[in-house]
């Protein structure tokens, strides 16, 4: 740290010049979103518009997701409720508005945890290599030979179904694929010339894997997140449609495309629209995920 | 060889790990271990006290866990997993059964999946950055978002209720399959027109396909010849994950369709506690994946060099 603070600082501050100029350009192109590919305005755009959905859902809902009304059982589209009743004469689009936030909630805490868990276990082994690395990196050659699936019904078979158990299940396998991506971008990055500078510079390794390699390795780790997130809200709704995830009396998106399912003939929209939120949901994020790898492809 | 060695250590001992967790189900789970274990010896729910005493000492589950588990391996690996709770009857056949069921859907909706995906997939990069490129591309995306449980009963809703061309549910023939595999080749599909466009674009550009242009082979002879061939490497290593993960990952679709096969069956054991099933069920699906992406590991290391070297330096 002490080669940023101090008269030092200014002294060498001026060799380096060419890549701090490419550093803050870069980081203000990040800002300005006349330079993003459509995909990504798209997908954030749509993206912001459901979580911002999701966020207000409290205000905003136009019934109570809960009130029945059994006289007005599995009605069509009306001024009252745009999306009809379900089977218990429930609001649809309250339901989906108040379901919505358990899929997309524990879809971005499992992916949040995966993410930051597989990122840092990834860097160590970068780091440090050896036993470690060799430890890490078989475990998860066993861990990816599983089906999510069945990892989840796993869990579940033990621990019972809800909704911590589904938020393990999901964790476990997920966070392998950030382990190998941080570990393979790191050690690519680690062969740079800009590395060997700072190394020669006699900064620490801590300093260089904080201040070099991760904010480097940023941006795929986050287009890989993006791509996930995606998975991860289908996987939930999966689990859920299959009562193995959320359970009554919540309801998340899957669980309650499953209740419509009996019903589908005379009501479609009970399947239809759940199905449609994770759809958007998914598209928005995984959209996300391509524009922010269009824009690092364009840029090398 | 030391890359082989490797391989099979991670083989063998995924297999240990994984058969130890499952030998274990039955202590994890609420409830009395040795009843449930003798249940599914004796083909009997309702021991008394009496005999569980008796039979605990006979099936020598009194003995050290670590005894217990290399007796059940031992009798796992013969095939000997005891008698379903529910069925009532004993396991092998019921596990033969389903996987032959899973694998022929499996392998049905990755065949179709490729018959799309490959066609796609290559005229994407021949016409890479055009329109055609920009539609195929966007498009096939797109259907990774798509969950199976929504688009099975789309499916369902359209060509069983409104047209009644094809059956909703079962598994009785041909016809009943066709629903089933279109909604789980949708994801492959996407994967695939992915990796065949990149890998097509890759070779297209690659001094053998110039060369033989230069040499005058049309720009069809050129792709037939030297293309497709080359660009199927990653296509056919991405073929055999997929052939492993729907093994396990066709659960939803079974489910919704009613066809007999793993994910039903393991989705059926938890339902219903059904502890010997599932362990033979698992222990199963997870020797089968491994087994493929082992072999697939292995012989993609045999045919192409440059991984071959670099797994062995490594």
Same mark, same amino acid.
């Given at each position: 740290?002490?080669?940023?603070?101090?008269?030092?600082?200014?002294?060498?501050?001026?060799?380096?010049?060419?890549?701090?100029?490419?550093?803050?350009?870069?980081?203000?192109?990040?800002?300005?979103?006349?330079?993003?590919?459509?995909?990504?305005?798209?997908?954030?755009?749509?993206?912001?518009?459901?979580?911002?959905?999701?966020?207000?859902?409290?205000?905003?809902?136009?019934?109570?997701?809960?009130?029945?009304?059994?006289?007005?059982?599995?009605?069509?589209?009306?001024?009252?409720?745009?999306?009809?009743?379900?089977?218990?004469?429930?609001?649809?689009?309250?339901?989906?508005?108040?379901?919505?936030?358990?899929?997309?909630?524990?879809?971005?805490?499992?992916? /949040?945890?995966?993410?930051?868990?597989?990122?840092?276990?990834?860097?160590?082994?970068?780091?440090?290599?050896?036993?470690?690395?060799?430890?890490?990196?078989?475990?998860?050659?066993?861990?990816?030979?599983?089906?999510?699936?069945?990892?989840?019904?796993?869990?579940?078979?033990? =621990?019972?179904?809800?909704?911590?158990?589904?938020?393990?299940?999901?964790?476990?396998?997920?966070?392998?694929?950030?382990?190998?991506?941080?570990?393979?971008?790191?050690?690519?990055?680690?062969?740079?010339?800009?590395?060997?500078?700072?190394?020669?510079?006699?900064?620490?390794?801590?300093?260089?894997?904080?201040?070099?390699? =991760?904010?480097? /390795?940023?941006?795929?780790?986050?287009?890989?997140?993006?791509?996930?997130?995606?998975?991860?809200?289908?996987?939930?709704?999966?689990?859920?449609?299959?009562?193995?995830?959320?359970?009554?009396?919540?309801?998340?998106?899957?669980?309650?495309?499953?209740?419509?399912?009996?019903?589908?003939?005379?009501?479609?929209?009970?399947?239809?629209?759940?199905?449609?939120?994770?759809?958007?949901?998914?598209?928005?994020?995984?959209?996300?995920?391509?524009?922010?790898?269009?824009?690092?492809?364009?840029?090398? | 060889?030391?890359?082989?060695?490797?391989?099979?250590?991670?083989?063998?001992?995924?297999?240990?790990?994984?058969?130890?967790?499952?030998?274990?189900?039955?202590?994890?789970?609420?409830?009395?271990?040795?009843?449930?274990?003798?249940?599914?010896?004796?083909?009997?729910?309702?021991?008394?006290?009496?005999?569980?005493?008796?039979?605990?000492?006979?099936?020598?589950?009194?003995?050290?866990?670590?005894?217990?588990?290399? &007796?059940?391996?031992?009798?796992?690996?013969?095939? &000997?997993?005891?008698?379903?709770?529910?069925?009532? $009857?004993?396991?092998?056949?019921?596990?033969?059964?389903?996987?032959?069921?899973?694998?022929?859907?499996?392998? @049905?909706?990755?065949?179709?999946?490729?018959?799309?995906?490959?066609?796609?997939?290559?005229? @994407?990069?021949?016409?890479?950055?055009?329109?055609?490129?920009?539609?195929?591309?966007?498009?096939?995306?797109?259907?990774? @978002?798509?969950?199976?449980?929504?688009?099975?009963?789309?499916?369902?809703?359209?060509?069983?209720?409104?047209?009644?061309?094809?059956?909703?549910?079962?598994?009785?023939?041909?016809?009943?399959?066709?629903?089933? %595999?279109?909604?789980?080749?949708?994801?492959?599909?996407?994967?695939?027109?992915?990796?065949?466009?990149?890998?097509? @674009?890759?070779?297209?550009? $690659?001094?053998?396909?110039?060369? $033989?242009?230069?040499?005058?082979?049309?720009?069809?002879?050129?792709?037939?010849?030297?293309?497709?061939?080359?660009?199927?490497?990653?296509?056919?290593?991405?073929?055999?994950?997929?052939?492993?993960?729907?093994?396990?990952?066709?659960?939803?679709?079974?489910?919704?369709?009613?066809?007999?096969?793993?994910?039903?069956?393991?989705? &059926?054991?938890?339902?219903?506690?059904?502890?010997?099933?599932?362990?033979?069920?698992?222990? %199963?699906?997870?020797?089968?994946?491994?087994?493929?992406?082992?072999?697939?590991?292995?012989?993609?290391?045999?045919?192409?060099?440059?991984?071959?070297?670099?797994?062995?330096?490594?």
């Amino acid at each position: 740290m002490s080669l940023l603070d101090g008269t030092r600082t200014s002294a060498l501050d001026s060799a380096p010049a060419p890549v701090r100029v490419a550093r803050s350009a870069r980081g203000r192109r990040w800002i300005d979103i006349r330079t993003w590919p459509a995909s990504l305005v798209i997908g954030a755009l749509l993206f912001v518009v459901v979580v911002l959905t999701l966020i207000l859902t409290p205000w905003i809902a136009p019934h109570d997701p809960a009130a029945q009304t059994l006289s007005a059982r599995l009605t069509g589209s009306s001024g009252t409720h745009p999306l009809g009743t379900d089977q218990l004469g429930r609001d649809v689009l309250s339901r989906l508005m108040d379901g919505g936030r358990f899929s997309v909630s524990i879809a971005a805490l499992t992916l /949040a945890i995966s993410a930051v868990v597989g990122t840092l276990l990834g860097l160590v082994c970068a780091r440090r290599r050896g036993a470690f690395d060799e430890f890490i990196m078989r475990l998860t050659d066993v861990l990816l030979a599983f089906p999510e699936m069945i990892v989840a019904m796993f869990l579940v078979a033990i =621990l019972g179904a809800s909704q911590s158990t589904l938020v393990l299940a999901l964790v476990l396998g997920g966070w392998t694929p950030f382990a190998r991506l941080a570990r393979g971008v790191a050690i690519e990055i680690d062969s740079r010339d800009y590395i060997e500078a700072a190394k020669s510079l006699g900064c620490s390794k801590r300093f260089i894997m904080m201040r070099h390699v =991760l904010p480097n /390795a940023l941006s795929p780790l986050m287009a890989h997140a993006a791509l996930r997130f995606g998975h991860k809200l289908i996987t939930v709704g999966a689990l859920s449609f299959l009562g193995l995830g959320v359970q009554p009396p919540d309801a998340d998106w899957g669980s309650m495309l499953a209740d419509g399912l009996p019903y589908m003939s005379r009501s479609p929209g009970l399947v239809i629209y759940p199905g449609l939120a994770i759809f958007v949901t998914a598209l928005s994020v995984t959209l996300m995920g391509q524009g922010i790898n269009v824009r690092r492809n364009r840029r090398t | 060889m030391t890359f082989l060695v490797r391989r099979l250590i991670v083989l063998v001992s995924t297999l240990v790990t994984v058969s130890f967790v499952v030998f274990l189900i039955p202590y994890l789970t609420p409830g009395d271990p040795a009843r449930k274990i003798l249940r599914a010896r004796v083909n009997d729910p309702n021991l008394d006290a009496e005999s569980v005493a008796r039979l605990r000492t006979q099936y020598g589950l009194d003995r050290p866990l670590l005894v217990q588990y290399a &007796d059940w391996l031992l009798h796992a690996v013969t095939g &000997d997993l005891g008698i379903s709770y529910t069925a009532r $009857s004993p396991i092998p056949p019921m596990i033969v059964g389903a996987i032959q069921v899973t694998v022929l859907l499996t392998a @049905a909706a990755l065949i179709f999946a490729l018959a799309i995906a490959l066609p796609l997939g290559s005229i @994407a990069a021949m016409k890479r950055g055009r329109p055609t490129d920009t539609v195929i591309t966007t498009v096939t995306q797109g259907f990774v @978002a798509i969950p199976e449980y929504w688009m099975a009963p789309l499916l369902v809703l359209a060509f069983a209720v409104h047209l009644r061309v094809l059956p909703s549910a079962g598994w009785t023939g041909v016809a009943s399959m066709v629903l089933p %595999c279109l909604t789980l080749a949708m994801r492959p599909i996407s994967y695939f027109t992915q990796v065949t466009r990149a890998s097509m @674009a890759d070779v297209l550009d $690659s001094p053998h396909i110039i060369g $033989s242009r230069a040499r005058g082979l049309s720009y069809r002879q050129t792709i037939w010849r030297h293309g497709i061939r080359n660009a199927l490497i990653p296509v056919v290593t991405l073929f055999s994950v997929w052939l492993g993960g729907l093994l396990g990952g066709s659960v939803v679709v079974e489910v919704i369709f009613g066809i007999p096969g793993m994910g039903r069956l393991v989705y &059926d054991a938890v339902l219903n506690s059904d502890i010997p099933v599932l362990q033979a069920a698992i222990m %199963c699906i997870v020797t089968l994946t491994v087994a493929i992406s082992t072999v697939t590991d292995v012989v993609y290391t045999v045919i192409n060099p440059t991984v071959r070297s670099a797994n062995v330096s490594s």
